[in-house]
């Protein structure tokens, strides 16, 4: 028997990246979570502690920092890809990298119902994100563009039933015509292609995709929270030639009615216990038939089916 | 020598009371976590273990999911008296109560332009807050109103600079004429008096109390955030002649300029690297000088000078 | 009206501050969460934004770490102690200095049964604490020492009842003769006594008065967590005449056995669901008689009745 | 184009099952964290909410709490096998199932130097984990395991260096001969074969495993992380012939010695500040050249390279 090496990869997780534009006076705000990472021939440094071949994390974080000067930030996608192809450039040992962005979101501050020149109060709704993974060089180089965002909590207060499931001994769970349906939504969608160079303007595809993603919620009635999401993604993909596949992840987040028959209280679907522990988990994916292979786009990604 | 008990109070912590109004097809929600204590005679339990003084704290919780429907939430506060003066009735030997209420806010789902009637997006900006203390019955019943938030987090990317202070042999902080002033501000507003019946349009004063504060923090050029934080409580006072005294906690998040010299580029304010911790912690009060006596508003209120 | 300032304190919260004792091949680590913060005269600073009285937060975290080596860190009382009376010297304006302190234990690896030299592992259970306040200078200087834990997770599986409460229309609770009672302890205790100067072995004591608790928990038959509480106080009391008042703070971390009925299975207290909320929050103190007076010694303390 | 249903699960996620085995007066107390989940032909409820195929996860979590009673918990491992195995039972049209357990360790509390029968203290180190997926029926069944532990948090204090690395133009890190090295580290191993029915003491198998990987930690000289991973799996791999590949997920918790050069003090490694963000993060895998394939053992595992 012998030890063998496997897969493997390091970098620098969670640089805070903040960049302002200061050009005039109403500045702008970018305000960025940035981990990279490097795939590559790096058996020397797990087997004999050789460093030669590492470029350390250290310059990774280097490189962010500096990037969001020398490149800007015009979107998370557009400074993840020029950062994402600069270390296959800056590290010929590594034949992969991963740069995944987090984005935070700032909303001007009003002052006489006008936005603020440079006060800022963060929104606080979803995280949005974007995973670029670039592989091989020159004209092997492929690049994968996967935006989203986590966290987005949305509720329905009614239009959501439950019923007509499968049941075994272990069943007691009763059907419902009506229940609150709230998730923590985490979705990421996959653009076509592997080109570095895209047209795509990253902004406001993100806003139209959430804005179609969020009115499907609203207007679908439910009968299960995979429908929802089947029908919220379908719509994307009807929208969106260039997305070629969505991921979700999406807790059920129960709220369960609580009895308050004891009391002599009617509760009609009026007051809920929000419960925390144990929650449903529903993942699923969509993508159009027609669209590339997702190659090494979801490699790493976190928590996806 | 003999072991005295001291102060003492129990309750039920962070209920999850979630409250939906369905009257009409455009349903409205109020999303609460709802903690409840009583102060009083409980030494026989501490001393013997005998729970005959003591309301347990599942009552508690039964009596707040209860209250959400019987009284209703038309404002933390409102539904926050009701529920700490019903709990004086409830148990004989509690001398006081305290409700504090956390509320988490909803906005609606837009669908073409339109607020969805039951779909609901979380707003995840700053978290509203309501501390309500009960003391004593009757005629001598004394009831304090303490209204807040958490974690409005709010950011100015010039129009801040820290210079002048004390130097000791440990001091290396260079002098700033611009720098990035950020916080995740806590603040909380007592109103005058101690009457159970108010007049007072709850929401609205919480709206616009939060306008006042957002607007000086943009438009005061700081010195330092202790001057920052006692403008916005000025302003408040000012304009709110039933607020009589305001309780400010805020980390200084410091965002610390970049070196990219190394790089061979410029750093005028551009790139930052916001920092975790060590943070900088400013705790502030003010009040008007014919205001009442806070009594017993603050007890065991977290988090304040 | 006029607007005046009240109560204010500043200072650098959470230094990570890691001290290695290497002067032997075994090396020692004490690993510490230091928060320190002063208060004083410092109106110029709220109402001018005029910093000439302001010893910086950065100052003040430069002094937490150079103390961790010119004073060293034999323990996280004698340390803060150190601290907070250098900065009543350091700052004139300052009429008082809180110094906060978390330490997280490590253990040595073991190596064929023998604890390694300079590898450790944290043992991760309780957070150990200790706040020091000062107040004043030369002869009217006074020092108070609040030494604790946070976190300290027990159970027990049985030796737990609760019964012969009091009842009003709200409640449903069915009397229990045996259950699962568990809390996350935080517990604390002021020393008695305001002297700068002391002889107590603080690392000593902290074992002595953890294990005084653990034991009173697990050997108290419990009516109720009050009960259990008050005598884990009253026992390190009888046995730690320095020790002058002890505060708890215990979450009823909620253990609710599992109805297994509908599938035909017995649960006589073996299945339990653990909750996270709500949570019964119970807190007490107990003292001597013939304890000094408190003073500022809670001040600022977070999480207490 | 027409859009297609790609990969999906739905489980129920965190369950806090408890089991208390009281047969004598010693009691012992298994406290896990289960999600479970399944995939299969789940097509028609997300195209057309048709939920007929669908075990609710209610069900899951009702028998994922029976099952500590009628199978009970001897190992996180070898419940979860007997949970996994029976989905495929109950649920004709899933085709696979996976449960993921962790697990909190409780010590007994001593008194009097002896462990006591039914108190016990959280030790609040690692978290032990399993990872057990379920494939196909019958003479087709495949049941990868895959044990674990999150978090341990260990520390060397010298013995590691970190130089001779890659450099380009952002590079800036000096080289060290010493340094502390810190992580909290995440390790999975899965163990060879395929078969639902093994004879491994899972317990003994836990321990030993953590242990040989603990000594590798402390005893191996680093000059890498990667170097110190490859050591632990290496060692382990050695040792259990059973144990097939083995993952590691470290972060490198920064510890930054401070310039005490300023106050006129030196810092020969006495003085860290331990960095929370941004952090070095080092995956990597090791396997013996003569394993099985890992097939379907590291699908929807979290946070593997």
Same mark, same amino acid.
């Given at each position: 028997m012998s030890v063998v090496l496997g897969s493997n990869r390091y970098g620098k997780a969670e640089n805070r990246v903040v960049r302002v534009?200061? @050009? +005039? #006076?109403r500045h702008e705000i970018r305000d960025l979570n940035v981990s990279t990472s490097l795939r590559g021939d790096f058996e020397d440094a797990h087997?004999?502690? @050789?460093? +030669?071949?590492v470029l350390p994390t250290d310059t990774q974080k280097n490189t962010a920092f500096a990037y969001a000067k %020398?490149?800007?930030?015009?979107?998370p996608e557009d400074y993840a890809i020029a950062l994402g192809t600069h270390f296959l450039d800056a590290a010929p040992p590594a034949t992969g990298a991963q740069i995944a962005v987090e984005e935070y979101v700032w909303d001007r501050i009003l002052v006489d119902g006008e936005g603020h020149d440079h006060s800022f109060v963060r929104r606080g709704t979803e995280t949005r994100t974007a995973v670029v993974t670039v592989d091989g060089r020159a004209s092997e180089q492929r690049v994968w563009v996967v935006s989203g965002f986590t966290d987005l909590v949305v509720l329905k207060s009614t239009g959501s039933e439950f019923k007509g499931f499968l049941k075994d001994d272990y069943t007691t769970l009763a059907e419902t015509d009506d229940r609150i349906m709230a998730t923590s939504l985490t979705a990421r969608w996959r653009y076509d292609? +592997?080109? #570095? %160079?895209r047209d795509t303007d990253w902004n406001v595809e993100y806003e139209d995709v959430k804005a179609i993603m969020l009115a499907a919620f609203a207007t679908t009635y439910s009968r299960a929270l995979q429908q929802t999401l089947y029908g919220m993604g379908k719509n994307v993909l009807e929208a969106h030639p260039e997305v070629a596949e969505i991921k979700f992840s999406a807790p059920n987040k129960h709220h369960f009615v609580v009895d308050l028959a004891p009391f002599g209280l009617e509760n009609n679907g009026e007051v809920f216990i929000a419960a925390d522990r144990p929650y449903g988990l529903i993942e699923a994916s969509v993508s159009r038939d027609d669209s590339s292979e997702s190659g090494l786009a979801w490699q790493s990604v976190p928590g996806f089916a």
């Open positions: 534009y200061r @050009d +005039t #006076a087997v004999a502690g @050789d460093q +030669t071949k %020398e490149h800007g930030v015009s979107s292609g +592997t080109s #570095a %160079e």
